[in-house]
């Protein structure tokens, strides 16, 4: 009864979600009822209470650690951005026609992803779209598309999205091997949607006009603060994953590491500053900037779903699908790993890869040795499944809640061109396999 009763909230809040704007409720208040409304279901009817706390708090440290993660990378965004450090990226980027820029921004979120992660670019690239695009409908479009790319730069790298990071260190897979069989079906999952959108996108975008009044500082900063500024961030976000290699600490370890020196650094150059300008250029006043409610959404969709995992419904589904499917062949491993990556554009994908993790051991041959047609397709079809919704990966996410895109406008104009360019990966992967 309760293990229905909690399918039946998930859906309901996620419904609230989708139709945040016909109803008139943030998303993120609807989130985080639905996250503990599910738990409570969970350990009202619980034998061991102390148990169900156990898995509470196993996944609090789980999600904490990249809503740490998230407000880190926002911090040192917003501060970047408020030394005017992005210019030196906009004033490169001279075109203003809509496809040329799309194609700019696609290939940029790609390859930023595959460095840093999918995430950390979308939260970077969202910033840059402010810079480059005024209307708030374009600016959408290009948003969706930075959706697409990074989830497809990320999967083809073992530190550009989670799922693929959790493989690698878990054995799964080998950085070596995963860059080479991935990167040319994980170019095609963008470069499906960027040739559509070739042919339907017509025109110009509008920049955004600096206004300059008398009674704010338009330019506090000189070049050389802005520049220094600028690669000292990109610098801190690139290091975050080395960071992670070296130490095997969490990722959110070393995005703090990376905020606090910036701060340090931002601090010193600007002491001299009046105190108005050096607050509006420290930490403490990009800080405020933070989109909160993102983060809140964040914190009710992943305990909604942590929930989930902990009651068994999650893994059910998964041995569900190896019943019904199989895996004991080629082509079953296919169908079941491409249907994981759909599953995990409605429910976060970190938990359904875990629980295929948790049901296969690694063998010596076969699918499922290391590197083994299983764990490579599972990587790719996990990481760029969830651009099909808005609300499928941490970019998407991340996105919605800084641009304030409606999950329907995403589903009625994004949704079917990921889709496209996910069955175009994994057409070009299973192509591969084939051949080669």
């Not at 700019?104 to 969202?126: E, K, P, Q």
């Not at 999967?155 to 550009?160: E, T």
């Not at 895996?327 to 994981?340: L, P, Q, R, W």
Request: charge should be negative; include cysteine.
């Amino acid at each position: 009864m309760v293990y229905t009763l909690m399918l039946v909230v998930f859906v309901l809040g996620y419904a609230a979600i989708a139709l945040e704007h016909q109803l008139k409720i943030d998303k993120a208040a609807a989130a985080l009822v639905t996250g503990v409304v599910t738990w409570t279901l969970y350990i009202m009817t619980a034998h061991d209470v102390h148990h169900v706390e156990e898995h509470l708090l196993h996944h609090l440290s789980e999600i904490s650690s990249i809503l740490f993660f998230l407000i880190g990378a926002m911090t040192i965004v917003e501060l970047v951005d408020a030394h005017e450090g992005f210019s030196v990226i906009t004033d490169k980027i001279k075109t203003t026609n809509k496809v040329k820029l799309m194609w700019i921004i696609g290939v940029l979120s790609f390859f930023f992803s595959a460095a840093l992660d999918n995430l950390t670019t979308s939260i970077v690239m969202v910033s840059l779209l402010r810079k480059l695009i005024e209307d708030q409908k374009d600016r959408w479009f290009f948003a969706g598309m930075v959706v697409v790319a990074a989830n497809a730069g990320g999967a083809w790298s073992p530190i550009g999205d989670v799922t693929t990071t959790m493989l690698w260190i878990k054995g799964q897979i080998t950085a070596a091997g995963i860059i080479k069989v991935l990167i040319i079906p994980s170019i095609f999952t963008l470069l499906a949607p960027l040739a559509i959108l070739s042919f339907r996108m017509k025109g110009n975008v509008t920049r955004p006009v600096r206004v300059e009044s008398a009674d704010h500082y338009t330019d506090p900063t000189t070049p050389f603060e802005r520049n220094f500024v600028f690669f000292a961030g990109v610098a801190g976000l690139i290091f975050v994953p080395i960071f992670k290699t070296v130490t095997h600490l969490p990722p959110f370890m070393g995005m703090m590491l990376s905020l606090g020196v910036l701060w340090l650094i931002t601090d010193i150059i600007h002491r001299r500053k009046p105190s108005e300008v050096r607050h509006e250029l420290s930490v403490l006043g990009v800080v405020r900037k933070i989109d909160t409610p993102s983060v809140l959404f964040f914190l009710g969709i992943l305990l909604a779903v942590a929930s989930l995992q902990s009651m068994g419904q999650l893994g059910d589904l998964a041995i569900a699908l190896d019943n019904s499917i199989g895996t004991n062949t080629e082509g079953g491993v296919y169908a079941v790993s491409m249907i994981i990556g759909l599953l995990s554009s409605i429910v976060d994908n970190v938990p359904l890869v875990a629980a295929a993790m948790g049901m296969y051991e690694v063998t010596t041959t076969g699918l499922f040795m290391v590197d083994g047609v299983f764990w490579e397709f599972l990587a790719y079809c996990a990481g760029t499944g969830g651009s099909a919704l808005i609300i499928g990966s941490a970019a998407g996410v991340a996105v919605m809640g800084l641009e304030k895109i409606p999950f329907g406008w995403y589903l009625k104009n994004i949704s079917l061109l990921a889709l496209v360019g996910y069955f175009a990966g994994a057409a070009v992967y299973i192509l591969e396999r084939t051949l080669f």
